[in-house]
Nanobody, 125 residues
């Protein structure tokens, strides 16, 4: 059974930092995409950052230079380091994983099948 469990969300002032973690279990895909996604109130879910099993990484333009995605294979954990947080980063953040090929573009959320429950990030001015 696949499980994704996020943690690390919270409330922070603009300019602050948070580190999200997602512990993944039960995934057996040899080639995969993993990513962080967010959904703000009244908006569609968007891809924030994603990593493919060969190490290819992509970021949304809005977070480039501020967010960093990383993977700890030994601990089956996906991280999202978020620095210089802005009020516009406020959203529910989800991690997700899907089977992929080495040609897959991992950031769009539509093809993901397996999702965590989400963790709330709130940034105040």
């Amino acid at each position: 059974q696949v499980q994704l469990v996020e943690s690390g969300g919270g409330s922070v002032q603009a300019g602050g930092s948070l580190r999200l973690s997602c512990v993944v279990s039960g995934v057996t895909f040899s080639v995969y995409c993993m990513g962080w996604f967010r959904q703000a109130s009244g908006k569609e879910r968007e891809g924030v950052a994603a990593i493919r099993s060969d190490g290819s990484i992509s970021y949304a333009d809005s977070v480039k230079g501020r967010f960093s995605i990383s993977q700890d294979n030994a601990k089956n954990t996906l991280h999202l380091q978020m620095n210089s947080l802005e009020v516009e980063d406020t959203a529910m953040y989800y991690c997700a994983v899907r089977a992929a090929s080495l040609f897959s573009f991992c950031r769009p959320p539509d093809d993901y099948q397996l999702w965590g429950q989400g963790t709330q990030v709130t940034v105040s001015s």
